[in-house]
């Protein structure tokens, strides 16, 4: 399998009683492993992890496991704000052919970095999978320090780490000290052509998930060395995602899915839906950006 090139963090589409529409998520699947996708992450923050009933957490592995069927990297989102809890998704995870777990922080409990760093460790005592950690502060309020991951990448199974922050990535992908099968894959959107050049070539994000085409032809340029195609791609696709996240950003990145043909509801269920104008904004959007005719 690909390691380089754009990781996806899918959304999760859910019917009117939280169940998956499996149809749905299989073309979201199949989609984005056209465009050329690495990896794909199911249940990170598009696919709104801490929101999916946990009758449906199985369901929603099992069926990414038989769509993906070996093709990508598949990572699966296994936080949870207790050990206990996270121990209970890890007995689901090894159930199946889940390449990653991935791990953020507690986003309940406020604590010292010490503590943090206690937690990583102890849920990776808990597994022989490999993890990846996810440095999400806008969600967890806390922060994943380089010194924090020098000491935590020496556990065996701590393989890699999400992050938007570009010095974070970029000090442990040029690290000395690093092991070699540790990936830092850097989810600053804004910034991936600046991260190009320093030969940080794993990235990962959410909005690819209603951008396919655009990330597709973001890949190419830069598998081809046409970084200012690459960069005026890039430029649409975070203008367009400025302007979603303008009109309220479940409920465009939901509309925006309905749009591509993928069923279901993206957003949690609470939140409202879009009214007619703003709906006509998000076609406008999809139809600038080619996503759509």
Not at 43 to 66: D, H, K, V
Not at 143 to 156: A, C, E, G, H, Q
Not at 218 to 234: C, V
Request: aromatic share 10%.
């Amino acid at each position: 399998m690909r390691k380089d090139g754009f990781y996806t963090a899918l959304g999760t589409p859910l019917d009117d009683q939280g169940k998956v529409v499996k149809q749905s998520f299989v073309k979201q699947i199949e989609d984005q492993i056209a465009s050329g996708a690495s990896g794909l992450l199911v249940m990170g923050t598009m696919g709104a992890l801490g929101t999916i009933r946990n009758s449906a957490y199985e369901e929603i592995i099992e069926c990414a496991c038989e769509a993906i069927a070996g093709r990508v990297t598949l990572l699966v989102g296994c936080s949870d704000n207790s050990l206990a809890r996270v121990k209970d998704r890890f007995a689901i995870l090894e159930r199946y052919p889940v390449d990653i777990a991935v791990l953020t922080a507690p986003y309940y409990f406020k604590m010292p970095d010490q503590v943090l760093e206690r937690f990583f460790a102890r849920a990776a005592a808990l597994t022989g999978m490999d993890i990846y950690l996810y440095d999400h502060v806008p969600i967890t309020k806390h922060k994943i320090t380089f010194p924090m991951m020098m000491n935590l990448s020496k556990i065996k199974n701590i393989k890699g780490i999400k992050s938007g922050d570009l010095v974070l990535i970029r000090q442990l992908h040029e690290s000395k000290e690093i092991k070699k099968d540790f990936l830092p894959i850097f989810s600053g959107s804004d910034l991936f052509a600046v991260a190009q050049a320093y030969g940080i070539k794993n990235y990962l994000d959410g909005i690819f998930a209603s951008f396919p085409k655009t990330i597709g032809i973001i890949q190419s340029a830069l598998d081809t060395g046409n970084f200012e195609s690459a960069k005026q791609h890039l430029n649409m696709m975070m203008d367009a995602r400025d302007d979603m996240i303008a009109l309220g950003i479940w409920p465009a990145f939901s509309y925006a899915m309905n749009l591509l043909g993928y069923q279901g509801r993206f957003a949690p269920d609470y939140e409202p839906e879009l009214d007619e104008a703003a709906k006509q904004t998000i076609v406008a959007i999809m139809k600038r950006t080619g996503e759509i005719g």
